[in-house]
């Protein structure tokens, strides 16, 4: 039985290249080997953004704080069904324009437990008046 640690090295950072953003972030904590492949594979400078986001969320206490609110409120949503959803309206408004590709890859596939400000279409958005300036809740 080869195991995918017996490929030459080339060859894995070819398969890591062509990774989601979730795979990528599962093979980093695979092992050194899978998370140097990760750091040198040619990976799409989108999902390259993504990693370093992520990467930075981890560091920030805000973030790490929010996990208990994000896991008790996140709702699962068809992904790809939205970006229509989303490119219909743009079409009914008359917009040309497609969707970015950058927020279709983050829509995709961005891990929905590491969403973070409200901005994931899984969780509430709610919003309150305080002293006169709107903040968001959660």
């Not at 972030?25 to 989108?46: K, M, N």
């Not at 008359?94 to 970015?100: E, K, N």
Request: proline content about 7%.
């Amino acid at each position: 039985m080869t195991l995918l640690n017996d490929f030459a090295p080339e060859i894995l950072l070819e398969i890591f290249s062509h990774l989601t953003i979730t795979s990528l972030l599962q093979a980093r904590g695979v092992c050194s080997l899978w998370r140097d492949c990760v750091t040198q594979a040619d990976i799409h400078p989108i999902r390259q953004h993504l990693l370093r986001l992520y990467s930075d969320l981890l560091q920030s206490k805000i973030f790490l704080d929010s996990r208990p609110h994000i896991k008790n409120v996140l709702r699962s949503f068809d992904r790809p069904a939205y970006l229509q959803a989303l490119q219909r309206q743009l079409q009914a408004i008359g917009s040309p324009a497609d969707l970015p590709e950058a927020f279709e890859i983050f829509i995709l596939e961005w891990p929905a437990l590491a969403a973070f400000d409200c901005i994931w279409p899984g969780l509430p958005y709610e919003w309150s008046e305080d002293d006169g300036a709107s903040r968001r809740l959660g």
